[in-house]
Each structure stands twice: as C-alpha cells, then as structure tokens.
C-alpha cells in the first residue's frame, strides 16, 4: 500500500551540501522508525545575504502555505533571524557547528526535532492576553523547546483552585500549565513562572520551587481565543491540507474518527466535518462500559452543536473488570485496551470497507507517537494525524474557536480523559477523580 500525500513539513537549508547532509540524516534516522515519512528538504541557493535568503523563504510559503517550514541553520550562515516576518509555520534554528553539513546526523536530527517543537511552543504574554506563535510584542514565556513538552491553559475555576492549593499561593487568573518531561510541570501567571510541580504517575505532587510573588494580572482569557483566531487558521490550513492530499491518493469509501469525547478527538473531528461529506464521515464512540458520566452527555452534547450522529460500539471492559475479580490494569498489562481496540475494528467493519481512519494523535503524547509519521497504516487501513504538531493550548483554543466547548472534566483538572479504572491516569488525575467520585455520592 503506497500512499503519496504531500509533505506536511519542508526543511531549509542553505546550500546544496547541506541539502545532502539533511537527506542522509532523514534516510538514516526517519527511515529506520517509518517508512512512510515524506519530508521535501530545499535550499536557499547558497546565500549568505539575510533579505535575498528571506525572500527566497517567503516565495516558498506563498506557493505553499499549507506545510511546516523548518530551516536549519550553521553558525557562519549569517542568516539569523531569516523567519521573525513570516508566519508562524516557519521556524529556523542554529546549529553548533559552521555549516549543517559538519553536523553529525544526530546533532542534526536532534535540532530538526527541537525545531518543530517550536512550532507549539512559542508563547508570549501582552498585557491581559497570551499569544501563540511569534509576537513582536509583549514578553515571551521562557518554554524550553523540546520534542515532548507540551503546554495547556488550566481553564475552570476548580482547575485553577487545584494549582493554587498546591503551591500554595492564590492565583487569580487561568494559569498556563508548561508541561515538561520528567513529570516536571511549571505554572506561568502572565509571563511570571509562579512555581513548578513533579506530577508523577504514582505517589504524590511534589512542589519544586514557588515564587509567592504572584503576577496580579486580568487574564481575558476570551481575548486570548479571539486573537489567536488567525493564529490557529495556519495550523487548520495545513491539517485540512494534509486531509485533502490523503483523500485525493486513497480510494477511501467512509472517514473514520475515534471519538473519545476527549479533546484531541474532538478536534479531529471538527477537522474531518470540514474537509469531507457529513455524509461519509463517520463518528465512533467506544463505550468501555466504566466511563465517567460527563462522558456520555458531553458526546451527545457536541453531536447535536455539530449536528451528527456517531455510532457507540460497546467493549465489555466493565464485564472483563467484573470477571477479573475488579482486577485494575496496569501499565504492564492494558487488558482494557486490547477490548477497546477490538470494540473499534468491530465498529469499523460494520460501516467500511475502505476506511480512511482520522485520529488526534499528538507528538507530545509519547515517543510512540511523535516518531510516527502523519499518514501511515494501520492494518489494512490508512491512519491519519492532522493534529500532530499541536499543543494542548492549541487543540483548546482550536475547539473554543469553533464553538465546541471543552469536556467539563477538564475543567475539574484533567490533564487527560479516559474511564475511571485507566492505568494512563497519574497521581494529580487519581486525586481528582477521587473527589469528584466524593463529591457525586454526597
């Protein structure tokens, strides 16, 4: 099975030599995790001189807007700066050697993937709102590129309660939560980082360090999603892109969505409602039986604001819970994920022959997932990302833009929504739904 989608990303260089020190790291490196990865690598001709280089870049995003543009550069290129005017789907960044050719493919490896972090995580802080991308104004939040960093808004006023009993100051504002590896998580209010906390997956949140000089700042977290309109339309501009060439190579009779009532699958499926016929696309809802009630009223919810059906496929997990003697699964043994999984191809065969599967999977998630690439397949199916490159704050802003509110679970604290038995769930998601579960019986 070949399908011949269209990159999503291009990497620039300067000369033709480092053009082929790029190749040989992607033949090297991307090969060896996927085969199916299609990055184009172009030059700049050779220039060492900032407008012509510049110019060269900007007629390459006019011609094609829709894709990632990533340029990498040596310390002697003098071309530093080459992507503040453009938008935000270019990112440049140096390397530590004279030219990229005298890089080691792992160095340039290394930097390619520093780089696209950045796409996600450049954030600045103006007055009473944050901005996405590159700003020309305001203070930039110091976040530290890195190819599993990833940064959310912590919306909902239980949420942001929860961060301040934590560190133990008040915050009065939406915080935004920088979420590092290691289960390190640090707290911006404004551009000032009030604190950063471990969130380990067992065990307790540990508080690293806290600044008990809280920015008192009026977050106007609406203005925040009203100017990061523009912004977010880039991005959505290269994921219906991506959607689009796929669908143009793949002879696909229905569009499949996962659809959790999470928010990444959500946002897959605003996606997909743009791209293709409501007719051909396909919601289905895995019901695992041990799913927390939000869940439920939150997918019939959004069914009836987008205005579609969805299909539900049960799994049994609550059945196989029971059996095991209530026996929880573990990082070690996902029993429920295997039933899930098995529910899903059963719902699919009923509906498809030839699906084309759309999914909001996301680098940050897992080394899994980010060393996939964006089209890829899956069994006998076609399995395609649109959200890859986005961040949690994007995919939240993405779904307030378009009138799709978020999963009140979130807005208890979840960092991610899963059943209540799921093995994925940390310590700060186990402390929360115990006082949700509290709270309910009360």
Not at 316 to 322: H, S
Request: hydrophobic share 40%; proline share 5%.
């Amino acid at each position: 099975m070949v399908i011949e989608y269209e990159p999503v990303v291009t990497i620039v260089v300067r000369s033709k030599k480092d053009r082929d020190a790029v190749l040989a790291t992607l033949n090297s490196h991307f090969k060896q995790y996927h085969e199916w990865w299609r990055i184009e690598v172009a030059t700049l001709h050779g220039t060492r001189e900032l407008e012509k280089a510049r110019k060269i870049l900007h007629e390459m995003v006019e011609v094609k807007p829709w894709r990632y543009y990533v340029v990498l550069l040596g310390k002697e290129d003098g071309l530093s700066g080459i992507d503040e005017i453009l938008p935000d789907n270019v990112v440049s960044v140096t390397l530590p050697r004279a030219k990229v050719r005298n890089c080691r493919p792992s160095m340039i490896f290394r930097y390619f993937m520093k780089a696209l972090s950045l796409i996600r995580l450049r954030i600045s802080w103006i007055e009473d709102h944050y901005v996405l991308g590159k700003c020309l104004r305001g203070t930039k939040v110091p976040v530290q590129p890195h190819p599993l960093h990833d940064m959310y808004f912590a919306i909902g006023q239980r949420h942001v309660e929860r961060w301040s009993r934590l560190l133990g100051v008040e915050i009065r504002a939406i915080p935004l939560i920088v979420k590092l590896i290691h289960d390190v998580h640090e707290v911006y209010v404004g551009s000032v980082r009030v604190g950063s906390v471990i969130i380990p997956d067992v065990d307790v949140s540990r508080v690293l360090e806290v600044c008990h000089r809280v920015e008192d700042v009026s977050h106007v977290f609406e203005k925040t999603i009203e100017v990061n309109r523009d912004k977010m339309e880039i991005h959505e501009e290269i994921a219906v892109h991506l959607l689009r060439s796929v669908a143009e190579s793949y002879d696909y009779d229905r569009v499949i969505v996962p659809w959790s009532g999470g928010k990444d699958s959500t946002a897959a499926l605003v996606l997909a409602l743009k791209v293709f016929s409501r007719d051909h696309v396909v919601p289905i809802f895995v019901d695992t039986g041990v799913e927390i009630d939000e869940v439920y009223k939150y997918v019939n919810d959004v069914a009836k604001i987008l205005g579609i059906s969805y299909e539900v496929e049960y799994a049994g997990i609550d059945v196989e819970w029971e059996r095991r003697g209530f026996e929880l699964p573990t990082h070690e043994n996902r029993w429920c994920t295997k039933l899930k999984i098995a529910a899903l191809y059963r719902a699919i065969k009923k509906v498809a022959e030839r699906p084309l599967i759309v999914v909001g999977d996301r680098d940050t998630e897992s080394l899994l997932r980010l060393f996939r690439p964006p089209v890829r397949p899956h069994g006998n199916y076609v399995q395609v990302a649109p959200i890859k490159f986005w961040s949690t704050a994007m995919v939240q802003l993405y779904l307030l833009q378009n009138g799709v509110p978020l999963n009140p679970l979130y807005l208890e604290g979840f960092y991610r929504i899963g059943c209540y038995i799921c093995p994925a769930y940390r310590c700060w998601e186990l402390d929360i739904a115990e006082e949700y579960f509290k709270s309910r019986s009360s």
